[in-house]
């Protein structure tokens, strides 16, 4: 296993809620990167922590937003639920603090919204 | 932006048979191409990876080929069994972030 977790595993919203997701690693390394999945699609980058800054953003509107943590734990949160923003939220980390950009991803936030 | 396609969507093939997936990609600065293994229901699991200063490797029954000119790159699979049956991922970034951009996947069948 990767050694990087999410929280929760699923959640159903309706549309207009709010939503915080989790992600840590066990490595506790200083960069996280949120993607979104749809069904039957590649994973879309939404954006980039580094070092509890973010470093990098996708096309995403800015009701989705983040925090990195102190101890590199970290949240992806979404504002006024859209049916569209059903998917997997996946996070991912590097293996090491190296240049090299493997991505290691969580299991993933099925997110479900009626 | 970056923008990377993905080549075929489905792909069949008999146990033993090799498959073949092709992706492209838009963006000359980018560096680093790897390929993600997907199972129903779970996590992208990294599978190989290759970067623009190598134009082949191979890890058992999977290689990758880059052709940085053509900017393509392709995951050879060989002797294929019926576990390698998910869906694949080529991604394409650059070194200065670790931005992925991926295709849009290849789902791969082996069938007994």
């Known amino acids: 296993e990767t050694g990087v977790t999410q929280s929760p595993t699923h959640l159903i919203k309706t549309r207009g809620q709010q939503v915080t997701l989790r992600c840590s690693s066990q490595s506790g390394h200083n960069t996280v990167s949120w993607y979104q999945q749809a069904l039957g699609q590649g994973p879309q980058f939404i954006f980039q922590y580094y070092r509890e800054e973010e470093n990098g953003r996708g096309n995403f509107p800015p009701r989705f937003s983040g925090l990195q943590f102190p101890n590199y734990s970290s949240e992806l949160n979404v504002n006024a639920l859209e049916l569209d923003d059903s998917a997997l939220y996946l996070c991912?980390?590097?293996?090491?603090?190296?240049?090299?950009?493997?991505?290691?991803f969580g299991p993933g936030t099925r997110l479900t919204v009626l | 932006g970056e923008n990377v396609e993905q080549h075929p969507s489905t792909l069949s093939v008999q146990e033993g048979d090799s498959a073949v997936i092709k992706c492209t990609y838009s963006d000359s600065a980018s560096n680093y191409f790897p390929w993600y293994k997907q199972e129903l229901g779970k996590r992208p699991q990294l599978i190989i990876d290759?970067?623009?200063?190598?134009g082949e490797k191979k890890d058992q029954r999977i290689a990758v080929t880059l052709n940085k000119t053509a900017k393509h790159f392709s995951l050879h699979i060989t002797e294929t069994q019926p576990e390698d049956s998910a869906v694949y991922f080529c991604a394409a970034s650059k070194t200065s972030g670790s931005r992925l951009t991926f295709g849009e996947g290849t789902q791969l069948t082996v069938n007994p």
């Open positions: 991912a980390t590097p293996t090491s603090g190296g240049p090299h950009n493997e991505q290691f």
């Open positions: 290759i970067r623009s200063n190598v």
